[in-house]
């Protein structure tokens, strides 16, 4: 299988120069993810789950390990790579879905979901056309296509954000909690999108508030329980 991304020993924690204290967040977490797998964290409340992903995103430094992605420009450790080629790979080839969209002022929806495509390289006109459809496919009505998703509900602006993160494949993709305010038409929608994704060799990493959701899409699973096994195969761990 290719390999996309290799984790290495990596720890993360916090320091609260306020309190003098070092709070850890996760300690040598090692593992591996190959195009078209499905990797779930799993873990109790506070072990790093979210932390975990925005490391291997770079929103957070680690304080020690690897994180080599095997890029279209090469193998690159993003554990220490510049913010320029951090903020490149994140147009390109990286993307983060989260349940929470920053919404721009007096931008709409459509606007919002088309921007990867034209930053890709795609004409306006299909650019909006394609955003659309990923804006109905989600549920989002077509009378709020045009509008402001700033006045929207947590549950509609979830639907803009991944239909603009899921938009355009990339070569590795990270989810944290995406489900936690959806309805279930927009869950199925979600799940369908990401298998996909899947086929196309998209590899993935997620955080899952109803992992029921995406069971049969769960090739490893990686516990980040303190003393827990590093990584599980799917058929062999109850979630």
């Known amino acids: 299988m290719t390999q996309v991304l290799e984790i290495d020993r990596l720890t993360k924690g916090f320091s609260l120069h306020h309190l003098e204290k070092d709070i850890p967040a996760f300690e040598d977490i090692s593992f591996r993810v190959a195009a078209g ?27 020690s390990g690897e994180i080599r992605f095997h890029s279209s420009h090469g193998l690159i450790d993003l554990a220490r790579a510049a913010d320029v080629d951090v903020a ?4 390109t080839e990286i993307g983060f879905v989260t349940q ?14 088309a921007e990867p495509l034209r930053l890709a390289g795609w004409e306006q006109e299909a650019a909006l056309e394609a955003a659309r459809k990923a804006l109905e496919t989600f549920g989002v009505k077509p009378d709020l296509w045009a509008a402001y998703p700033t006045t929207f509900s947590g549950g509609e602006q979830q639907k803009v954000n991944l239909a603009r993160a899921l938009i355009l494949p990339q070569k590795l993709l990270m989810l944290d909690e995406p489900t ?13 999108r990401l298998q996909e994704l899947k086929d196309q060799g998209t590899a993935m ?17 990686v516990d980040l329980t303190p003393d827990a096994a590093p990584e599980e195969e799917r058929d062999d761990v109850a979630l």
């Open 37 to 63: 797998e499905f990797v779930l964290l799993k873990g109790a409340n506070g072990a790093g789950k979210s932390t975990l992903l925005r490391t291997l995103y770079r929103s957070y430094l680690p304080l």
């Open 88 to 91: 490149h790979l994140r147009r």
């Open 100 to 113: 929470f969209l920053t919404a721009r002022p007096r931008v709409s929806a459509e606007a919002i979901v």
């Open 180 to 192: 936690a305010s959806l309805d279930a038409n927009a869950r199925g929608a979600l799940v369908a």
């Open 205 to 221: 990493i997620g955080v899952f508030h109803h992992p029921d959701d995406v069971m049969h899409l769960i090739d490893r699973v």
